[in-house]
């Protein structure tokens, strides 16, 4: 779709979110196991991905608002967390918070961009973050703010041990490898 209107593209994105919402109310009358088979696929995500190639299809345009307002995105992230609230949740995610949170979060690397990390932790992070969610819903740990640090924490320490462990087994293993072929 790349070079497409802004028309299209939206008309793209409603359409997902669409789909999304009618996914998740007819998910929630089917049995049990296919309901929860349909929110492992990628269709209630596909907003997100598509609100992604929006922002990279117009990033000229809009990248110097992201930069310059991003804390004011941020900002109405939390207030709407503090005061609970959320345009009608679209499938397993509030649209409203998770699309500001995205482009709050963007504008805001791209304003500080001297933070940028070294090291690649992000496979790590996905690997990690649900076995450590999963350890504590086990026990116990769930809705406060205390858990949600704590998995960011634990998150962020395993995956950059691995990534500083494991990655550089690996990163040795190929050079092995192609000095070989």
């Not at 345009?61 to 941020?74: A, D, N």
Request: net charge positive.
């Amino acid at each position: 779709m790349h070079g497409k209107s802004i028309r299209v593209w939206a008309v793209s994105f409603i359409l997902v979110l669409i789909i999304d919402i009618v996914g998740d109310r007819v998910s929630a009358i089917l049995p049990e196991m296919l309901g929860k088979l349909y929110g492992v696929t990628f269709v209630p995500f596909l907003w997100m991905f598509i609100l992604g190639c929006i922002v990279a299809e117009f990033w000229k345009e809009i990248s110097g608002l992201l930069v310059r307002f991003w804390w004011v995105l941020i900002l109405i992230v939390v207030l709407l967390d503090v005061f609970s609230y959320d345009i009608v949740y679209l499938g397993h995610y509030g649209f409203l918070r998770s699309s500001l949170e995205f482009l709050g979060l963007l504008g805001f690397a791209y304003h500080y961009p001297a933070l940028r990390i070294k090291k690649d932790i992000s496979y790590g992070v996905y690997i990690y973050h649900m076995i450590i969610v999963n350890v504590l819903i086990q026990y116990g740990f769930v809705n406060t703010y205390w858990a949600l640090l704590l998995v960011v924490v634990l998150t962020l320490v395993l995956a950059y041990a691995s990534s500083i462990t494991l990655g550089r087994l690996s990163s040795m293993r190929r050079k092995r490898l192609s000095a070989l072929i």
